[in-house]
């Protein structure tokens, strides 16, 4: 009996295993790298200048959500675009409201296009960077503060951010809390 087919078959079996599990941060890091899927930094750190230059290119802001079947909350911008001068500080928001029967914990994530846009728009203040507890029924107005980066391509004359809220609430509460949050179907 020639045992080298299997021996090779349950290799090959657990290298793909594995190749799938190293799939997601290799995306990561290749998005990091190239600019790619439109992810955006964390928050700003650098330091903020406050002079005004009137000569500064303008574009256009655009601020859309995209629906999550899973969180059938009520998301929309308060604005769905504006014009800006680069480097100049805009601030925004978007509404909120919690339409299940009780609590839940929501997390936003950014998306930006054009994908090479992303490097350039720099959040100084973003609801994306915490989670957004909304008690049943409840609605707020979650700010956005950024300013895009006077180094912007010439190519690039309108940038389009998106979002998303998706669920967590059974990620976030401990599972042996009596309180925990539950969440209510679609």
């Known amino acids: 009996m020639n045992l080298s087919t299997p ?81 100049e500080q805009k601030q925004t928001t978007y509404r909120v409201t919690n339409t299940y029967n009780t609590a839940a914990i929501a997390q936003a994530v950014p998306s930006v296009s054009p994908s090479a846009a992303a490097e350039y728009l720099h959040k100084i203040e973003c609801f994306c960077f915490e989670q957004q507890p909304l008690e049943a029924g409840e609605h707020k107005d979650m700010p956005l503060v950024f300013f895009v980066d006077p180094e912007l391509p010439e190519s690039i004359s309108k940038i389009t951010l998106s979002y998303t809220l998706f669920d967590i609430t059974n990620s976030t509460a401990p599972a042996s809390d009596p309180h925990k949050v539950k969440k209510v179907g679609n």
Request: net charge negative; proline share 4%; charged share 15%.
């Open 7 to 87: 021996k090779g078959l349950i290799i090959l079996v657990v290298l793909m295993f594995g190749f799938g599990f190293a799939l997601v941060p290799l995306y990561d890091v290749f998005c990091e790298i190239t600019g790619l899927n439109g992810k955006t930094a964390g928050q700003y750190e650098g330091e903020l200048t406050t002079k005004s230059n009137e000569k500064a290119r303008e574009i256009t802001m655009q601020f859309i959500v995209n629906k999550n079947d899973n969180l059938p909350w009520e998301f929309a911008p308060n604005q769905n675009q504006m014009t800006l001068a680069l480097g």
